[in-house]
């Protein structure tokens, strides 16, 4: 009999679109009809994503017709690390080279400080008692779920050159196999943030399905608490996602201003979606217990980080169970938007804090190794134009 998904309410998947996408019922049906008995279906579904294999020749315990019939289908790996840079303090970022020659990047991040991407143990969330044998030192694993972006933030690295195309569920869950066979021996990785390239909910069928990959008990089996989703405010998406989900999914939220004025120059999203059909969304998110969503609250020097900002953010998120991560701005090429100084960083969580709000400061990982989500991948290519914000406060 299949193990079942997971806990949480089963969503209604887009079908796979190649091998590597398939749930062990699936397999279970594509083998009946090539003849082969229906318990062969955990196995190859185990051998891919649980050990790891997707060479159909070292599947040992299957059929040598079987194995053939694997590599007839195209069971390949989707992504291949084409650069690798490690940091010195242990962030290490890959650029993956997809099969049409596109890039993406993944980073695989130590854990551990307030702020950091990931969700802690600090939140009433008791961790399980691992295996015995489990690696001892988690990590973080930031992937990406589209080739650039359409969102067109005036911040972000990742759309200068807008949206290329959308990654598939294969391509998403490979990114993860990956980062698991280059963590370092001792390490595990525990926590995956979908932070990187892209809108995560911009591609909503494809990181469906990989989030029920990725979270099958049969495979990697990442718990669904420990895997954060980070959107710049799709609302439709957001409530189909608590919907399907059941709120197991940590949310986070890329919010970056408390006008809708300030944020609709800054994120052209709120244009759709503005900051009262937002915050809605996000008190009906059907968190769990003791659960918070995350608000992501990038510092811009003269456009955001004025005090009496902190004491509006707090007003705009009155009844929404929530925790801020306040980040510095990354630079970015041609951009005259910068970051203030830590002082004014300290000033900006300090009157939060005082407001009743919980408040981190992101600390900077990598920075050494280009820090800015997207910076590997889009190198050299052509940049969009984007919205005037000099102007203004």
Same mark, same amino acid.
């Given at each position: 009999?299949?193990?079942?998904?997971?806990?949480?309410?089963?969503?209604?998947?887009?079908?796979?679109?190649?091998?590597?996408?398939?749930?062990?019922? !699936?397999?279970?049906?594509?083998?009946?009809?090539?003849?082969?008995?229906?318990?062969?279906?955990?196995?190859?579904?185990r051998w891919i994503h649980q050990r790891n294999v997707l060479d159909p020749e070292q599947m040992t315990d299957l059929p040598k017709a079987l194995r053939a019939r694997l590599a007839e289908e195209g069971l390949t790996a989707p992504v291949e690390v084409a650069l690798f840079h490690r940091s010195a303090d242990g962030t290490r970022k890959m650029l993956l080279r997809l099969a049409?020659?596109?890039?993406?990047?993944?980073?695989?991040?130590?854990?551990?400080?307030?702020?950091?991407?990931?969700?802690?143990?600090?939140?009433?969330e008791a961790e399980s008692e691992p295996p015995r044998?489990?690696?001892?030192?988690?990590?973080?694993?930031?992937?990406?779920?589209?080739?650039?972006?359409?969102?067109?933030?005036?911040?972000?690295?990742?759309?200068?050159?807008?949206?290329?195309r959308h990654l598939t569920a294969a391509e998403i869950v490979g990114q993860v196999l990956v980062g698991r066979s280059r963590a370092e021996p001792g390490e595990h990785v525990r926590n995956v943030v979908l932070m990187g390239m892209g809108e995560p909910l911009h591609n909503y069928d494809a990181v469906?399905?990989?989030?029920?990959?990725?979270?099958?008990?049969?495979?990697?089996?990442?718990?669904?608490?420990?895997?954060?989703?980070?959107?710049?405010?799709?609302?439709?998406?957001? !409530?189909?996602?608590?919907?399907?989900?059941?709120g197991l999914v940590q949310l986070a939220v890329s919010l970056h201003a408390v006008t809708d004025e300030k944020r609709s120059l800054l994120m052209p999203v709120n244009r759709k979606h503005p900051l009262d059909e937002l915050m809605e969304a996000l008190r009906r998110y059907p968190l769990p217990p003791r659960r918070r969503i995350t608000i992501e609250y990038t510092l811009i020097a003269g456009k955001n980080d004025d005090p009496r900002d902190a004491?509006?953010?707090?007003?705009?998120?009155?009844?929404?169970?929530?925790?801020?991560?306040?980040?510095?701005?990354?630079?970015?090429e041609g951009s005259p938007l910068a970051a203030p100084g830590m002082g004014g960083v300290e000033a900006f969580q300090q009157r939060l804090l005082a407001c009743g709000v919980a408040a981190f400061v992101r600390r900077t990982r990598g920075d050494d190794i280009a820090a800015a989500c997207g910076q590997l991948a889009l190198h050299g290519e052509k940049r969009k134009v984007r919205v005037d914000v000099t102007a203004g406060g």
């Open positions: 009999m299949l193990a079942p998904v997971m806990a949480a309410p089963r969503p209604v998947l887009a079908p796979p679109r190649g091998p590597l996408e398939r749930l062990p019922e !699936e397999w279970a049906e594509v083998l009946a009809a090539w003849g082969q008995p229906r318990y062969r279906a955990l196995q190859v579904f049409d020659g596109k890039d993406i990047e993944s980073v695989l991040l130590p854990q551990g400080a307030p702020g950091d991407l990931a969700p802690t143990d600090d939140e009433g044998d489990a690696p001892k030192t988690p990590i973080s694993q930031c992937i990406s779920t589209q080739v650039g972006c359409a969102m067109g933030c005036v911040f972000c690295a990742s759309g200068v050159a807008g949206l290329k469906a399905r990989a989030l029920v990959l990725l979270s099958h008990p049969d495979g990697i089996g990442l718990s669904t608490r420990r895997v954060t989703l980070s959107t710049s405010g799709l609302v439709p998406q957001i !409530e189909r996602l608590g919907r399907d989900f059941g004491e509006a953010l707090a007003r705009l998120l009155r009844g929404v169970p929530a925790k801020v991560n306040l980040i510095p701005m990354n630079g970015v």
